[in-house]
Structures are given as C-alpha cells and as structure tokens.
C-alpha cells in the first residue's frame, strides 16, 4: 500500500481493526494512549466478560500477541494524537510524542468511561464504604478472589444490586437517558457466582426492567433466579442511608409490582454502572471533525452511507463503544469491520 491506516483506540475493537488489517498485508498503526492494550477489560481487571463467561486474557490475549507480533503493526503506547489534517487518502496526523503520519485513513475506536456514581448523591457513594459499583466487584473477584465488606472486611449477609446507575435516567438531562446495554446480563452473571460460592449469602437486583438481549436472556435473567435463588425486585432506589445501630445500609425503594415503600437492610450494595463517551472519544471526534450525538455526545455514523462503521468524514471509520454502549464480543466483530470497510476503501481511493 502506498500509505498505512491509523487505529485510535488498543482496546477490543482497535485491537480487532489492527489485527484484521495486519493479517491483510495492511501496514497499520495502533495509537493507544494508555500503556497497555486491552482496553477497560485489562487496564480495569474485569473478573468476567459476558456473554462467554470467559476471562479478559482469554478473549483479547490472543489478539494482543497478534498485533504485537505482526510486522505489518507498528504499536505506539502513551501516545494520543494532537492534530488532523488533509483529507481522505491523504490524512497528515500529528502525534503526542511529537511524530507525524501520514496515512490513508483512520479507524477511531477510542471507546467509553463509566459513569461516576458520585453525580448520584441519594446512592452514597464515596459517602458509605459498602456502597460499591459493579466494576468494583470485578476488582474483588479478579484480584482479591473474595467477596467481602470494604468496611469491615466480613462477608456481606445480604447484598443488593441497583441497576441503571446513570442510564435511563431524566434526572440527569438527556445526556444519561440511553441504556448502558450490559449492565443486567453482568448483574445477573455477577449475582450467580455470589450465590454459587456463597449460597448463604442472599442477593436482591432492583430494576426498572430487565433488559437482557437476544440469548442472553435464559443466562443472565432466568438462570440466576431459578437455579441460584437471586431475587428480583422492580422497583427504583429513592435514597441509600447507613443505620449506625446495627452498622448496615438501608436501601429505601418503591416496589413497584406492590406499590409500596419500604426500606430493607443492607450489607453491601452494589451500582451498576452506565455508559459515557470516553474523554478519549470526545477529543478525537473534535479533532477530527466527528458528527456526535446532540445529547450522548457518541459519535454517530454517516447519515448517506447505510453503513453504521462510516462516519461523517470520507476516510474515517468507527466502531466498538465510541458510538454508544456496546458489549465487547459485538465490539470487536465492529473492529472486524471496519478493516474490512478500510480495505474496500484503500481498493477505491488508494494505488496499490
């Protein structure tokens, strides 16, 4: 090829794009800004990933040792990209550390954040220590092996789960209204492996609805009910307080399939965290001059082309999280194809 592709972004779907466009013949360079690949899974030691069950060294190690090992990538860690310009065929990009590419066309696959639970001041993060997100929990099992109180370090004798922390939600203006996508499949994993290796423990999922897609609904819904006697309560958290005579949490909701307030003892509490455009994805989308969603503030594909991995910007390709909650199995089938989205392109515009 005359000239190389740019992916922004190391994580499942950068990773995907580099790998596909490497094994292609493509010479690729992957920009991650952090210093490691991998992505949240790796860089915040998830425990789990659904829908497979499977580790995060499992599902991205083997396309980690691929980009690393193919001589068509060229892999530049702690490095963001500055400036953009040119046009499609003809990209001039300067770097963090001071370089300058010029490539062919460019793959943003910059990803998300979680929300910060803190904006939720009624739930009583960072105010109560046993008031924890989902992501934390992932941290337990996958660094520590256990499940306990941070207060106290004793194994929690009830343990709730709150959904949409984040997502869905008025209150926070329509920037949060979308939903996080993940977030009850994870719960309902996540409550499962409580319940399996402490059936003394009792686990509570309060939702709105549940919204497990696809075949991931017997799994992730079902299963935790019916085979590990996870209880499911529809209702929305009004308030979380700590009762300093007993040392728990009280959970203060509206059931709404009883239509009824009431406040239940709690021992641990986890939030289950939505979805945000990474900082990351906010700064590249400006950079490169990005359509973004009015309200999410997602990059949102090209409205002509019918193509969902197309952005706004001839030569531009996005996918995995940056458009908008995504689990990571679809994440890196996007990266898949965008490759093959960029290699169509370089046919048509580039000379071989």
């Known amino acids: 090829m005359a000239k190389s592709v740019l992916v922004i972004g190391g994580g499942p779907a950068g990773l995907s794009a580099a790998r596909a466009l ?29 829908p497979r069950k499977m580790t995060p060294s499992q599902v991205l190690g083997p396309y980690i040792e691929d980009v690393q090992s193919n001589g068509n990538v060229r892999i530049m860690l702690g490095t963001e990209i500055e400036a953009c310009e040119g046009e499609a065929g003809d990209f001039k990009v300067s770097l963090s550390n001071g370089e300058k590419l010029e490539v062919s066309a460019i793959v943003v696959a910059t990803g998300f954040q979680h929300f910060d639970s803190r904006r939720k001041g009624e739930l009583g993060y960072g105010i109560y220590p ?24 004793e194994l929690p004798k009830r343990v709730a789960f709150v959904f949409c922390v984040g997502s869905r939600d008025r209150q926070l203006g329509v920037t949060n209204v979308h939903c996080c996508r993940y ?26 609805d549940v919204r497990t897609y696809g075949t991931w609904e017997y799994p992730f819904y079902w299963a935790p009910q019916e085979e590990y006697g996870v209880r499911y309560v529809r209702g929305r958290i009004a308030e979380i307080t700590f009762n300093p005579a007993d040392g728990r949490l009280r959970v203060k909701h509206e059931d709404t399939i009883v239509q009824r307030p009431a406040e239940i003892p709690m021992d641990l509490v986890v939030l289950v965290l939505g979805m945000e455009p990474s900082p990351g994805t906010k700064k590249v989308a400006k950079i490169l001059g990005l359509k973004q969603d009015p309200d999410s503030r997602f990059i949102v594909p090209s409205d002509e082309s019918g193509s969902n991995i197309r952005s706004n910007k001839e030569g531009i390709f996005i996918a995995g999280a940056c458009k908008g909650p995504i689990d990571i199995e679809s994440s890196m089938a996007e990266g898949e194809a965008a490759a093959m989205e960029v290699l169509n392109f370089l046919g048509a515009k580039v000379t071989v």
């Open 183 to 208: 977030g009850c499949a994870l719960s309902g994993l996540q409550a499962s492996e409580i319940r399996e290796k402490y059936p003394e423990v009792d686990v509570f999922c309060y939702y709105m």
């Open 22 to 50: 490497g094994k292609l013949g493509v010479p690729t360079v992957l920009v991650e800004k952090e210093n490691k690949l991998g992505g949240r899974p790796v860089l915040e030691s998830y425990h789990t990933l659904i």
């Open 130 to 153: 046993d008031v924890i997100t989902n992501l934390q929990l992932e941290q337990m099992f996958s660094k520590e092996g256990r499940l306990y109180r941070p207060s106290n370090g």
